[in-house]
């Protein structure tokens, strides 16, 4: 289910389950959409006020009346944090690893779930179970190790080595999201295609392929966003400054906060940066995050 | 159209294809060669050479060239008698079940008001818990350190105009008020999956049974814990379960608030810790302990979750 699906449905349903005769004035309801929107406007404010003080200047920022409105604003602050130069070189090593670990995490999970999901063989259930297990496994409790290993195979400050990392951290839920997408094709159709003259392997580019590419953008998504905002393990593997994922170039900013001299706006125009890709495709995969995570909990 | 008249026929084939496929196939193990390959390297391997180095005396001496030299169980016992563990393990479990029960409740709470107003509100209460939802945890952490910067945050600057006093006042300097803090933050992106999970549950459970229940003359009270929560109740021990995982290893929310400038020692929660005692003092044989007790905690907790996962695949 997508986030427009949600959405679609909540309002489908709504006359349905609303019907017109319910639809005078009830105090009731009037108190509650003024909380739904009090609350509205309290989650969406930390967004709201990242957006408004990238857009004005220090000298207003650091004043003691905040401004609420980014009137008189401008973006400076973009230019200023894009020409610091060290923007670059961060979105540089960000969309590398990102990109590797995408690229192998789908390689690796898609062959994975083909084997679960349309096979039968000795080792199944314990290869899901392991799969299972290790999703839930927490960099918190294997970095020192991790960074140990990269550190003897000579890989600590490269795009490769965190890549490795993050590939073996993602692809175990994209396994179990992508066996769902596959299991979800029946397998009548590549048969039939088989009964009419393909091989198996034909059947399954031609037929089933095309099918899953929409598991294969939710999945691809997914890894995509996990790898672009990590940061326990870059924090660890990429500790030269010039190595820097965007994460951790973000967290230089805040470092420097601490010694009470913070360009807010800067900092504030580094964050939207980061974060407004991110934004737009998490919306792309919303929804089939949360029927992912706790299918069949709904269904009962 | 031939998906449709294809199956009968197929069905009469297909006795022999799968006959074919029960012979011992090898193409599945294939399939499964890269993953497999990676997860030992990156996770196996590492996991190992953990459980071996915490049975190890391994600290700075052994970074340059000494042997680390086996001592069983020592490390267990000396990070286990050490008072300064159990705070920091005795501060994690609190921190961990004090976010996931706020979590939880305000949770449900937002599925509820979805449920319980109009499309267009229910729309733009959905769209600001989907973009809290979707900012990456750096930038919010970023957000936040802003909104209650000492001197200039607009926190300080509500609570002063509200009347108490505030100016620079410093959040972070206190245990109990970082801690605060950091909750505020952690409930603020966590919920919102809470109440979309909630909210999806809700829409299940079938209009006619309320209304029943209405015209018997069950107070909202009662249609609550009576219809509602038994009904949601799977749906809602799965993401409480999550929530409590997931809190338990808070890392990069501990650290940017330590970064912006709070007192380690005080703040640590298990993930700080061990990032402290293993890349800050290179006592790998101390962190390597402190690791597995935390991945032992998670395995333990998982199983539940795993079980369900089990159940939904067969």
């Given at each position: 289910m997508s986030t427009a699906t949600v959405t679609e449905k909540a309002v489908s349903t709504a006359p349905a389950t609303r019907p017109a005769t319910r639809?005078?004035?009830?105090?009731?309801?009037?108190?509650?959409?003024?909380?739904?929107?009090?609350?509205?406007?309290?989650?969406?404010?930390?967004?709201?006020?990242?957006?408004?003080?990238?857009?004005?200047?220090?000298?207003?920022?650091?004043?003691?009346?905040?401004r609420f409105l980014p009137t008189g604003g401008s973006f400076d602050n973009f230019v200023a944090v894009i020409s610091q130069g060290t923007f670059w070189p961060a979105l540089g090593m960000s969309l590398a690893i990102t990109l590797t670990t995408v690229v192998f995490c789908l390689l690796f999970a898609f062959l994975a779930a083909l084997a679960i999901s349309r096979f039968r063989f000795r080792g199944r259930a314990s290869f899901v179970l392991a799969v299972l297990f290790i999703q839930m496994l927490p960099a918190e409790g294997l970095f020192i190790a991790q960074y140990k290993l990269m550190s003897s195979l000579n890989l600590l400050n490269s795009v490769a080595g965190v890549s490795i990392l993050y590939i073996a951290g993602v692809v175990p839920f994209t396994v179990w999201m992508l066996r769902g997408f596959v299991a979800g094709v029946p397998i009548e159709l590549e048969e039939a295609a088989m009964v009419d003259g393909l091989s198996r392997t034909q059947a399954f580019f031609r037929i089933t392929f095309p099918l899953l590419a929409p598991g294969l953008v939710a999945s691809g998504v997914y890894a995509f966003l996990q790898a672009w905002n990590e940061f326990t393990i870059a924090l660890v593997i990429l500790q030269k400054e010039e190595y820097r994922t965007l994460p951790l170039w973000l967290r230089g900013f805040v470092q420097a906060s601490a010694n009470r001299a913070t360009d807010w706006g800067q900092v504030m125009a580094a964050s939207t940066l980061v974060a407004v890709p991110v934004i737009i495709f998490f919306l792309i995969v919303q929804g089939r995050l949360t029927s992912g995570l706790v299918a069949g909990a709904v269904k009962g | 159209m031939t998906a449709v008249s294809t199956p009968a026929r197929t069905r009469q084939d297909s006795p022999p294809q799968q006959v074919r496929h029960r012979r011992r196939p090898v193409a599945p193990y294939l399939l499964l060669v890269p993953t497999i390959a990676i997860l030992l390297l990156a996770l196996g391997y590492p996991l190992a050479w953990q459980f071996w180095t915490s049975t190890q005396k391994f600290g700075l001496a052994q970074q340059f060239g000494k042997p680390p030299e086996f001592v069983g169980m020592a490390n267990y016992v000396q990070l286990f008698t050490d008072p300064q563990t159990w705070a920091v393990v005795g501060r994690s479990i609190a921190f961990c079940l004090v976010n996931a029960a706020v979590t939880v409740?305000?949770?449900?709470?937002?599925?509820?008001?979805?449920?319980?107003?109009?499309?267009?509100?229910?729309?733009?209460?959905?769209?600001?818990?989907?973009?809290?939802?979707?900012?990456?945890?750096?930038?919010?952490?970023?957000?936040?350190?802003?909104?209650?910067?000492?001197?200039?945050?607009?926190?300080?600057?509500?609570?002063?105009?509200?009347?108490?006093?505030?100016?620079?006042?410093?959040?972070?300097?206190?245990?109990?008020?970082?801690?605060?803090?950091?909750?505020?933050?952690?409930?603020?992106?966590?919920?919102?999956?809470?109440?979309?999970?909630?909210?999806?549950?809700?829409?299940?459970?079938?209009?006619?049974v309320m209304e029943a229940a209405a015209l018997d003359g069950a107070t909202p009270r009662q249609r609550f814990f009576s219809i509602i929560l038994p009904m949601i109740r799977p749906v809602l021990m799965i993401i409480?379960?999550?929530?409590?995982?997931?809190?338990?290893?808070?890392?990069a929310q501990i650290k940017m608030l330590q970064d912006a400038g709070a007192p380690l020692a005080s703040t640590d929660l298990l993930g700080t810790y061990i990032y402290r005692l293993g890349v800050g003092s290179s006592d790998f044989g101390m962190a390597s302990a402190l690791s597995i007790f935390v991945l032992v905690l998670t395995v333990a907790l998982s199983f539940f979750y795993v079980l369900h996962l089990m159940k939904e695949d067969s």
């Open positions: 639809r005078r004035f009830r105090p009731g309801r009037a108190l509650a959409t003024v909380v739904a929107i009090v609350v509205a406007l309290a989650w969406v404010f930390p967004v709201y006020w990242m957006l408004n003080s990238s857009l004005l200047p220090n000298v207003v920022l650091t004043s003691t009346t905040p | 409740i305000v949770g449900v709470l937002v599925a509820l008001l979805m449920n319980a107003v109009g499309a267009v509100t229910r729309l733009i209460l959905q769209i600001a818990m989907l973009l809290a939802w979707a900012m990456p945890v750096i930038a919010t952490m970023t957000v936040w350190i802003w909104l209650f910067d000492w001197h200039r945050g607009i926190v300080n600057w509500a609570l002063t105009s509200l009347g108490f006093d505030f100016t620079n006042h410093n959040w972070l300097e206190q245990p109990l008020s970082f801690y605060f803090v950091a909750t505020v933050i952690v409930v603020w992106m966590s919920v919102p999956f809470v109440a979309f999970s909630v909210y999806a549950g809700l829409t299940q459970i079938s209009e006619e409480t379960l999550l929530q409590v995982i997931w809190d338990l290893r808070v890392f």
